[in-house]
């Protein structure tokens, strides 16, 4: 059931894939608690790095708890007011913006009393004479550049006003909530997007006919009630109106009308334009509010500008906003910064950073970049979970996310752009923790079966040292001398690239099972498996007196059984390769190698080397298995035919090499003949091509026979053989 298997193994990929797809569908959905997150990213991004106080021409004239105790408690009499606005227009302010409601007509105006107390007819006609304080406010306004502020209220207004003590109720003539000024639109539809209401509680009509500037007073809070964005135009029954911040600027830059400039295909506000000035906005014409810390010169009290206290120079030329921070007039905001602060300061700061150019902005194509880097983001961390270790993968997350954080965070403190990475580093956080947890128990379970399976790959011999010697086990090697045998599959790779998977594991494993189990008879150690390559070491960990007989015993033995499993094989109907086989003997350091976590009991030194290059060896020399000079030494008795001296990649002086004479497969039967031109080959005499020529023609399968003769024809006049890489 090789196809259950596959299934399985890829069917791993539908966590990470499931979860990356159901991060991408709440991105795109954007519930509440996204934006919430988001907002709370922001709003601790403006708590590490708030806006720094620039001087600016912006007052707050605060009707505090000082100013209520001195002067009584609100509402003030309207004379009162009037007096305050006077004195602001004297001083020379360049606007001010009244951050209340005159919802009612003032209670101690003459006339207002009339109407609640009876007085005798000449005492009420010298009360009836005197001027009505409304009406006295009324000139103050039509003196100078004042705007009056009007709450929006409707079926669709969700914000709350910052108006001081009006009444709560809807003005059916809505037409005089907006402002002198006209509209000039760009581009597409400005109010495509604007939060619309479908009423105004305004002040009184002789105030409001005498005011040169109306601005809307509503804030628009997020769902966790913090002010974070302050509209600067509202959808009043179809009609744009601004917001008191934006008539004040306008009165006070003498702007005769707002350019509003709208993206096209109803994307909504994305500029508005007063003077010369130019304010980015949200779709929605919000602006946000890039917060300070609390700051005592953003204020002067109301009584102190009545006291006549204030220096004229601390207002000339200033935008003032009348406003409250009374806790009993209840118009307190919630700010990013994690404190309540007075409505009319979010109308100054935002008016600071107008003038002063600094803005904070969310650019549209944030939301689209976000989400690229939601899949992105998941797709890199679910490969490196798939694919890699868990550290390795845990490094990964770890890097993105922190470039993620890092790049919004430089975004935020230089650019003053608001880019949310908290979704992109949960949504890899979402793929990564199941995806690494699910891995690591699949990968623990195949892991015993991994070692369970290969637990009979581990040589008999190291494990009986090991246990009888536990010292072994330290970090650390000596010098010995030992034999090694190399074996390979001649062109492996490229007959397994034309076998079904499944077929070339299954020819692969059972051809390594009996080569391994050849090492082990012959009491040699696995030094490692590459591939179809075996390496076998002898005389190591346990020394061995004949290690060089047991190598060469145990290569032809290799050698007895590649050929026959290479015949069955075929026999079969199934291509596989010959093996080629090499030994050597030298001076090695054997011992464990690698470090605290892990052992590897290894050989390392030039013989190791020259045994793989007398295996590669074999692909030239036409031989199936090559032993060196080194190795012959220790098996005086063993028929072999000398093959020449090799000159390896890697060695300076040429190696004396031999090829056994049962490796030849009978093939090589004038074993007299060739060791006689052989000799004629060695001392340069002529008469060696025509031997050679003659032996070729008696066994013209012998590849070795071919190799010489080959080469004593193209000039070569003794038995070195160069052979430039492996």
């Known amino acids: 059931m090789r196809w259950l298997k596959a299934l399985r193994r890829q069917g791993l990929w539908l966590l ?29 991004a403006q708590r590490w790095s708030p806006r720094v106080y620039e001087e600016a021409p912006v007052l707050i004239v605060d009707i505090d708890e000082e100013s209520l105790r001195r002067l009584g408690q609100w509402p003030w009499p309207r004379t009162r007011v009037a007096e305050l606005v006077s004195r602001l227009q004297r001083a020379g302010a360049a606007s001010v913006g009244l951050d209340v409601v005159f919802a009612e007509a003032d209670r101690t105006s003459p006339r207002q009393l009339l109407k609640s107390i009876r007085l005798p007819r000449e005492a009420a006609a010298a009360l009836a004479a005197l001027p009505d304080h409304d009406e006295l406010l009324a000139e103050v306004l039509r003196a100078g550049p004042v705007a009056l502020g009007f709450a929006l209220d409707g079926a669709d207004a969700a914000a709350g006003t910052s108006a001081a003590g009006h009444k709560d109720a809807v003005d059916d003539d809505a037409a ?53 964005r302050l509209p600067l135009l509202f959808d009043l029954q179809g009609r744009l109106v601004p917001s008191l911040a934006a008539e004040t600027l306008r009165l006070a830059v003498n702007a005769p009308r707002y350019t509003v400039q709208a993206a096209a295909d109803n994307g909504g506000v994305i500029g508005l334009i007063v003077g010369k000035l130019r304010i980015p906005t949200t779709a929605e014409a919000g602006m946000w509010v890039h917060y300070t810390l609390p700051r005592a010169e953003r204020y002067v009290p109301a009584w102190k500008v009545l006291a006549g206290e204030v220096p004229a120079k601390r207002l000339q030329g200033q935008m003032v906003l009348v406003g409250t921070s009374a806790q009993g007039l209840l118009d307190l905001r919630f700010s990013p910064l994690g404190g309540i602060i007075p409505g009319v300061e979010v109308h100054a700061q935002a008016l600071e950073q107008i003038t002063t150019g600094h803005w ?19 797709l890199l961390v679910a490969i490196a979970a798939m694919r890699c270790g868990a550290l ?13 954080l ?37 990968s623990d379970r195949q892991q015993r079966w991994v070692r369970h399976a290969f637990a009979r790959y581990v040589s008999p011999n190291l494990v009986d040292y090991l246990i009888d010697q536990p010292q072994a086990l330290e970090l650390g090697g000596r010098r010995q001398r030992c034999s090694f045998v190399f074996t390979d599959l001649a062109g492996f790779t490229s007959v397994m690239e034309r076998m079904d998977p499944a077929q070339a594991v299954t020819v692969l494993n059972q051809y390594l099972d009996g080569m391994i189990a050849i090492a082990f008879a012959h009491e040699g150690t696995l030094d490692r498996i590459v591939g179809d390559a075996v390496a076998i070491v002898f005389s190591a960990p346990v020394q061995q007196a004949d290690h ?13 059984f ?33 470090g605290n976590t892990i052992f590897d009991y290894r050989a390392l030194g030039d013989p190791v080397n020259t045994a793989s290059r007398l295996e590669g060896a074999n692909k030239y020399l036409g031989t199936r298995v090559c032993l060196s000079q080194a190795t012959l030494d220790g098996c005086p008795d063993l028929p072999v035919r000398p093959v020449g001296r090799l000159r ?23 074993q007299e003949a060739y060791a006689q031109a052989y000799a004629a080959m060695t001392a340069g005499n002529s008469a060696a091509v025509g031997s050679f020529q003659r032996l070729h023609e008696d066994s013209p399968g012998d590849r070795l026979v071919q190799l010489h003769m080959a080469r004593l024809k193209s000039g070569s006049t003794d038995n070195v053989i160069e052979l430039s890489s492996k």
């Open 562 to 594: 590649a050929q026959d499993y290479l015949a069955a094989r075929r026999a079969e109907g199934v291509e596989f390769c010959e093996t080629r086989i090499g030994v050597h003997t030298g001076e090695v350091i054997v011992g464990n190698f690698g």
């Open 648 to 670: 390896v990649a890697g060695r300076q002086e040429p190696i004396m090499v031999y090829e056994p004479m049962a490796a030849t497969d009978g093939q090589a039967v004038q």
């Open 406 to 442: 890092g790049g919004a965070w430089l975004a935020f403190t230089r650019h003053g752009l608001l880019l949310d990475t908290m979704l992109p580093t949960l949504g890899m956080l979402a793929v990564f923790l199941p995806t690494t947890v699910v891995r690591h128990v699949m």
């Open 176 to 228: 005089t909530c907006q402002s002198p000024a006209g509209f000039v639109t760009l581009g597409g539809a400005p109010d495509a997007q604007l939060r619309a209401f479908a009423g105004c509680v305004q002040s009184i009509p002789v105030l409001t006919r005498a005011a040169q500037g109306h601005g809307a007073l509503s804030f628009i809070p997020d769902e966790d009630g913090v002010l974070r």
């Open 548 to 560: 060089e007989q047991r190598a060469v015993n145990c290569a032809l033995a290799m050698h007895r």
């Open 16 to 44: 990470p894939a499931g979860m990356l797809a159901l991060v991408l569908g709440v991105a795109w959905h954007d519930p509440g608690m996204v934006r919430g997150v988001r907002h709370a990213v922001f709003d601790q």
């Open 360 to 378: 904070l902005q969310r650019p549209g194509w944030a939301p689209a970049v976000e989400l690229m880097a939601v899949a992105l983001g998941g």
């Open 392 to 404: 390795v993968s845990a490094a990964a997350f770890a890097a993105l996310a922190t470039t993620l």
